[in-house]
């Protein structure tokens, strides 16, 4: 059968209404699973949750956005905990669950052909994100393997892949100047972007480039102005010099003697510098102070420059300490998280969305994650470019509906819908929008559910592909 709500969703196409925004002392209150089974004939948004509607639409947003989907039960949990209190878990809370699956054994030397070494190491990290409790955990990892990015098929290595994957978890959280410092000379790094065999006689720029444009300080800064020059990209080349490997291959080194030693100057500032000064200046630099917001609200509220008004109100707290917890509990915090505008301001990406699908359906990434996932063409440990993947707008296309469909029917036949199949037909709409951790089915979506509710499973996926769920 073939399925479709009608317009190709974007990020100002869909007419779901926010609640107010949520304030840092809200109170909770007792929470109730019982779905209604009947279907109003509201002209609005139809409400599919139980419990305090504004508070759980509220949260159900707070942990889509800071996680991947977000289930009934969540909710309750968080419901009981209120808006603040459930902010803070997500932002400093450990996840045992998710720690406790091991990463496969990774064994491939440069060169060697594809062992499925590649897979093993996607799958495992779907593995942790469909599994984690606390899904800031997995979220944040994502949101730094998109930025400060590096990929298999230049590196090769699935196993400094994994390094590298395992530096965001432990140094993703804290300072911004120590997580630059450690990503500036991580194995996969070095390769991706040919700092490893950068040295005083050729000094190459790639990384000193992608420092300044796309890591710390951006294209442009608040006054739309580039906060750099081809000069301090050269200046920061020469004192990034110096790191290679041991005679064996096996660990990089630094060797004096391949550093450029010499006098340099860049943004402002004049010395013998080495790496541990670039990364010091650049990080201390006013545009990172709002490159680094701006970046980060984009991803998790809505798209942003730095000039942004609300880059204004996070830009001196990051600024004062560098510190990215502090940074997200701001973002989760801030008045303008809860607005229309962050509501529909992203797209989930195939990753986003086909784990959000996983998590709520109750199944297990395998290798056929990997195969829907290329399909959808976005492979973890395989960004496009050194930018990552584009966001939003990029995903909304007629051959990306379609493929999403095929995997969203795909989903559905392997869940157990057994819970959805003993409702009856009129209940079934919104017992999907609760399975799915949707507040609201706006009518023209409800009406699409409608003409598929006795068949649980086309039920299912064309939730899936909702506008609804789409923009999470």
């Known amino acids: 059968m073939s399925l479709a709500i009608g317009q190709e969703p974007g990020v100002t196409t869909t007419s779901t209404t926010a609640p107010p925004a949520p304030q840092p002392t809200t109170t909770s209150s007792t929470s109730s699973t019982t779905t209604s089974t009947t279907q109003p004939a509201a002209a609005g948004p139809v409400s599919v949750l139980a419990g305090d509607p504004i508070l759980r639409a509220n949260l159900a947003h707070l942990y889509r956005r800071a996680g991947f989907g977000v289930t009934a039960a969540e909710l309750d949990a968080a419901e009981a905990r209120g808006y603040a209190a459930s902010v803070e878990l997500l932002v400093t809370g450990a996840d045992p669950v998710a720690e406790a699956i091991a990463p496969p054994t990774l064994t491939l030397p440069p060169g060697s052909p594809a062992s499925g070494e590649d897979t093993a190491l996607i799958v495992w990290w779907l593995r942790r994100m469909v599994a984690s409790q606390n899904p800031l955990r997995e979220k944040l990892p994502w949101f730094w393997h998109g930025h400060l990015t590096s990929s298999l098929d230049d590196v090769e290595r699935p196993a400094l892949l994994l390094a590298q994957n395992q530096l965001f978890r432990t140094n993703g959280w804290g300072s911004f100047e120590t997580l630059v410092r450690q990503v500036t000379t991580d194995p996969a790094m070095l390769i991706y972007l040919n700092l490893l065999y950068s040295n005083r006689y050729a000094p190459n720029e790639n990384y000193a480039r992608e420092l300044c444009e796309l890591f710390v300080l951006g294209r442009i800064d608040a006054s739309g102005n580039q906060p750099y020059t081809e000069t301090d990209v050269q200046e920061i080349a020469r004192a990034l010099t110096g790191w290679t490997t041991n005679s064996a291959g096996t660990a990089i080194v630094f060797s004096t003697s391949r550093w450029d030693s010499g006098s340099k100057t860049f943004l ?87 784990v959000a699908a996983q998590r709520s359906l109750g199944l297990t990434p395998a290798d056929t994650s990997v195969w829907w996932l290329s399909t959808l063409q976005q492979v973890p440990f395989r960004p496009l470019n050194v930018a990552g993947w584009p966001a939003n707008a990029y995903w909304c296309n007629s051959a990306g509906a379609l493929d999403r469909m095929k995997v969203a029917s795909s989903l559905a036949s392997s869940a157990n819908l057994s819970a959805i199949t003993a409702l009856t037909a009129a209940a079934r709409p919104a017992a999907v929008g609760t399975l799915l951790g949707i507040d609201t089915w706006t009518p023209r979506t409800l009406t699409a559910l409608n003409t598929v509710r006795n068949e649980p499973a086309s039920l299912v996926a064309l939730a899936l592909v909702s506008p609804e769920y789409l923009i999470g």
Request: no cysteine; proline share 7%; charged share 15%.
């Open 268 to 354: 402002g500032s004049t010395g013998a510098f080495n790496t541990d000064d670039v990364v010091r200046i650049v990080t201390h630099r006013a545009a990172a102070a709002r490159w680094i917001p701006a970046r980060m609200w984009s991803y998790f509220a809505y798209p942003v420059t730095p000039a942004d008004t609300v880059v204004s109100d996070l830009a001196p707290g990051f600024a004062t300490d560098l510190n990215i917890t502090n940074l997200l509990r701001a973002i989760f915090l801030h008045p303008s998280f809860q607005s229309t505008q962050a509501r529909t301001g992203r797209v989930r990406s195939p990753v986003e969305w086909l």
